[in-house]
């Protein structure tokens, strides 16, 4: 089979770049997702997209591919241009570039007849061997054309007419563009943007610059469709420590993303198992919109409840059983001149309370489902920690037995008398 860097199937090439990036250092022999052959093929294709970011290291074990990417020379997502590399047939481009030549200005109103006499007379009559289309083909890409909104169609009189969109003048949201594009969840519509104008802003250089999402770009649209109309939807859901995926049906409620790693989560109800959980969106694929879920309003009433109680992303609320929370609750010490400290407590607190029991000690209270969730956080407060009140006990003295450890490993056995 001959090479060719355009693509059909994106989720195909999504899996592979998973393999390459998220996961990565996987030798050619380590590959078991489909043939050799396949693999070389893949991998060809990334290298024409990403051809400056492909690495590779020798092991024992061979030859290991992994993309790098250095965000302080790349200010642009480069896994953009997986997104761009769409195969057409040559049906399919010709007819794209002879409609939208025949509606060149948005001024230009034809029904489907005229459309289709233009095509033939001024494009297709020139060459030897003309390559027909029918009505029927030309009504299918002018559907699609409107559903995307490229082309505009109303009726003047009982005939159908259309015309081409008006441009959108984004000159001057260059930095806007840039921003989006880099930032927000399907910023892929903004580097599409970016590629109409021909130029690419520099205003922005990101210290941490979370690119992976780029290649779940099409997943979270259908998501995202899907919640704008208040459907179900049936998915593909592919874990690495299951060995097939599994087919669900999940009613898309909520998408959240994580501002320490940039991965994307959908929180949805599952009404096989009538329960709200949290799903991560680069292990879903093959979204199909069904009909319409009669209570998604309350569905989402029941998540905006349950968020007052969530510390991050982790969920697994069955709605036919009473669902207990875990208190947390510890008292820091702040000595004088670290009002930053209490500053910060305040800030980065997303729920719960601060207490202020006296001047040098401060108390946070919160009730959560998911207790450990929070400890990244609490273990960044332990040199000031002097008391802990966890109803998930195992959770407190693991806390405790690994402090015990840092103070042996740093040769201060029990640390300091009013610390923990």
């Known amino acids: 089979m001959a090479y060719s860097e355009l693509i059909k199937n994106f989720e195909k090439i999504r899996a592979y770049m998973r393999e390459f990036y998220v996961y990565g250092f996987k030798s050619r022999e380590d590959y078991d997702g489909k043939s050799l052959r396949s693999y070389d093929d893949e991998r060809r294709r990334m290298e024409s997209w990403l051809g400056k970011h492909m690495r590779f290291v020798r092991t024992p074990e061979g030859k290991s591919m992994f993309i790098s990417i250095d965000s302080r020379t790349s200010n642009h997502n480069p896994l953009y241009n997986a997104l761009k590399a769409k195969s057409f047939t040559d049906g399919d481009i010709t007819l794209h570039f002879a409609l939208f030549d025949v509606l060149h200005d ?5 029904t489907l007849p005229q459309i289709m006499e233009a095509i033939d007379t001024e494009y297709l009559s020139h060459f030897d061997s003309p390559m027909l289309f029918d009505e ?3 009504r299918k890409k002018l559907k699609e054309y409107v559903a995307e909104g490229i082309v505009v169609c109303k009726k003047v009189g ?3 007419v259309y015309s081409r969109a008006p441009d959108v003048a984004c000159s001057n949201l260059a930095d806007a563009l840039d921003f989006y594009s880099e930032v927000a969840p399907c910023g892929v519509v903004g580097s599409f943007l970016h590629d109409k104008q021909g130029s690419h802003s520099e205003a922005f250089v990101f210290k941490h610059h979370y690119i992976t999402s780029a290649i779940d770009s099409q997943v979270l649209c259908m998501l995202l469709v899907a919640m704008q109309s208040k459907s179900i939807v049936s998915v593909q859901n592919l874990s690495r420590k299951d060995n097939e995926p599994r087919r669900a049906r999940i009613v898309p409620l909520r998408v959240l993303v994580s501002v320490q790693n940039g991965r994307q989560y959908l929180v949805g109800y599952e009404p096989d198992f009538n329960s709200i959980r ?4 680069d292990y879903l694929s093959n979204v199909k919109v069904e009909e319409p879920w009669p209570t998604f309003d309350q569905l989402r009433q029941r998540l905006d409840e ?3 109680h969530m510390w991050g992303v982790g969920c697994h609320h069955n709605l036919s059983k009473s669902q207990r929370l875990e208190h947390v609750e510890f008292v820091i010490r702040v000595e004088e001149g670290e009002d930053y400290i209490v500053r910060r407590l305040y800030r980065e607190k997303r729920i719960g309370r601060v207490e202020q029991i006296d001047k040098s ?5 919160a009730d959560v489902y998911e207790s450990s969730e929070l400890m990244p956080w609490i273990r960044s407060f332990v040199c000031r920690l002097v008391q802990l009140n966890f109803s998930n006990r195992t959770l407190e003295n693991r806390l405790k037995r690994d ?3 840092m103070y042996a490993m740093y040769g201060v056995e029990g640390g ?5």
Request: overall charge positive.
């Open 106 to 110: 948005d001024s230009i109103a034809l």
């Open 136 to 138: 029927s083909t030309l």
């Open 158 to 160: 009982k005939r159908m």
């Open 278 to 281: 949290s799903f991560r969106i």
């Open 306 to 308: 349950m968020q007052q």
């Open 361 to 365: 000690t401060y108390k946070f209270v």
């Open 403 to 405: 402090v015990k450890k």
């Open 416 to 420: 300091e008398d009013n610390d923990i």
